[in-house]
């Protein structure tokens, strides 16, 4: 059964920086993408960035592109993504996530995303 162990997060002010990382645990992650989802209570999910385990491949929403960095550590079990020049509007809990690829289906589309952990909360003030 995988497992997610989440850190990072926080109360930061607009324009400053966060790192969030997740190490996943108790399954191959050979043929998976890791990532971050987040939601704001009373809206929809949205992927923000993934990367996949085996190339390295990586995805960022519009909405964080340029501003946040993701990586894989060479074990292939830990994601990171560096949130720099946070903006209020960031504000949101953030989900780590596993995504399993296929050659038919965009990396980090948020319906097909597989597996999620608990969440932790970054705060943005203005």
């Known amino acids: 059964q995988m497992q997610f162990m989440e850190s990072g997060g926080g109360l930061v002010q607009s324009g400053g920086s966060l790192k969030l990382s997740c190490r996943v645990s108790g399954a191959s992650l050979d043929g998976y993408a890791l990532g971050w989802f987040r939601q704001v209570p009373g809206e929809d999910r949205e992927a923000i960035s993934c990367?996949?385990?085996?190339?390295?491949?990586?995805y960022y929403a519009d909405s964080v592109k340029g501003r946040f960095t993701i990586s894989r550590d060479i074990n292939g079990n830990t994601a990171t993504l560096q949130m720099d020049n946070l903006k209020p509007e960031d504000t949101a809990v953030y989900y780590c996530l596993a995504d399993w690829l296929t050659a038919h289906q965009p990396m980090c589309e948020m319906t097909l995303i597989d597996y999620w952990g608990q969440g932790t909360q970054v705060t943005v003030s203005s």
């Open positions: 990367i996949s385990i085996r190339d390295g491949s990586t």
